[in-house]
């Protein structure tokens, strides 16, 4: 391996407040790690920003100066500084990002909303800055916001409800905690795990997840409930009718 010249010291060392910010973000943020060339794109931008940030300390330091002995801004100083500026820099953004409060604020706009509703500012245009969620995926951002029972709809047909205890950040890979976890049969009944603590189920396993609403959300009457019970009873039967003649004939196919 080649040494590290002292040009490329250099710039990693002006790049560390940058890098100590991402690392901060991509450790306690769900966001998947980008390339490379992407991880130092962002460090700059960060060292940008910290950078800025601590011309404006200085600056405020050094006119406190005339009236308080603080000492003297040194390269080492600058460092400290920048570094601590870093700290705070990342742990704000990892704040908006796992709260997702900066892109609903953005989305609603509530002031300016408020502005136009009152009179002699209705000609102002609707705007709506994005429509997207800090979340890394839907996946995520949906297990964020409901905190609600779910059922986990497995590929080979089988049905386990419980609380999502912990869940994987991407769909691909990972796994739940289900606490309470109890099987749901193809005939209406349900299968309580009595002895069961938790259960871990891995993500690769399940093709489909609903999230249960609360009992007093549920406005329908018990007939409603019971008649589309038997509905998603008769369906289920039905689709593993058609998948098993479908595996039949798929079987027969000479080969």
Request: hydrophobic share 45%; net charge negative; charged share 20%.
């Given at each position: 391996?080649?040494?590290?010249?002292?040009?490329?010291?250099?710039?990693?060392?002006?790049?560390?407040?940058?890098?100590?910010?991402a690392?901060?973000?991509?450790?306690?943020t769900?966001?998947?790690?980008?390339?490379?060339?992407?991880?130092?794109?962002?460090?700059?931008?960060?060292?940008?920003?910290?950078?800025?940030?601590?011309?404006?300390?200085?600056?405020?330091?050094?006119?406190?100066?005339?009236?308080?002995?603080?000492?003297?801004?040194?390269?080492?100083?600058a460092?400290?500084?920048?570094?601590?500026?870093?700290?705070?820099?990342?742990?704000?953004?990892?704040?908006?990002?796992?709260?997702?409060?900066?892109?609903?604020?953005?989305?609603?706009?509530?002031?300016?909303?408020?502005?136009?509703?009152?009179?002699?500012?209705?000609?102002?245009?609707?705007?709506?800055?994005?429509?997207?969620?800090?979340?890394?995926?839907?996946?995520?951002?949906?297990f964020?916001?409901e905190?609600?029972?779910?059922?986990?709809?497995?590929?080979?047909?089988?049905r386990?409800?419980g609380?999502?205890?912990?869940?994987?950040?991407?769909?691909?890979?990972?796994?739940?905690?289900?606490?309470?976890?109890?099987?749901?049969?193809?005939?209406?009944?349900?299968?309580?795990?009595?002895?069961?603590?938790?259960?871990?189920?891995?993500?690769?396993?399940?093709?489909?997840?609903?999230?249960?609403?609360?009992?007093?959300?549920?406005?329908?009457?018990?007939?409603?409930?019971?008649?589309?019970?038997?509905?998603?009873?008769?369906?289920q039967?039905?689709?593993?009718?058609?998948?098993?003649?479908?595996?039949?004939?798929a079987?027969n196919?000479?080969?």
């Amino acid at each position: 391996m080649e040494p590290i010249s002292k040009d490329m010291m250099g710039l990693l060392y002006g790049l560390l407040p940058g890098f100590v910010a991402a690392w901060i973000f991509y450790g306690l943020t769900a966001h998947p790690k980008p390339s490379p060339f992407e991880r130092v794109v962002q460090a700059l931008i960060f060292t940008v920003v910290i950078h800025a940030i601590n011309i404006l300390v200085c600056g405020v330091l050094t006119y406190s100066g005339r009236y308080l002995r603080l000492g003297i801004w040194t390269d080492d100083t600058a460092l400290v500084s920048s570094l601590i500026i870093a700290v705070i820099s990342g742990m704000v953004v990892v704040r908006f990002a796992n709260s997702n409060r900066l892109h609903e604020w953005l989305a609603t706009w509530g002031w300016y909303e408020r502005l136009r509703e009152k009179k002699g500012f209705g000609w102002l245009p609707e705007w709506q800055w994005t429509s997207r969620t800090s979340y890394p995926s839907e996946w995520y951002s949906a297990f964020t916001r409901e905190k609600r029972k779910v059922v986990l709809h497995f590929k080979n047909g089988r049905r386990l409800s419980g609380w999502p205890e912990e869940w994987p950040d991407q769909p691909e890979r990972g796994h739940f905690v289900i606490d309470n976890a109890e099987w749901l049969l193809d005939n209406g009944e349900v299968a309580q795990l009595l002895r069961v603590e938790k259960i871990l189920i891995p993500a690769d396993e399940v093709e489909m997840v609903e999230f249960l609403r609360w009992p007093e959300e549920i406005t329908a009457a018990p007939e409603d409930l019971v008649r589309v019970q038997e509905l998603l009873v008769q369906s289920q039967q039905k689709g593993q009718a058609n998948g098993s003649q479908v595996s039949t004939k798929a079987d027969n196919v000479p080969r």
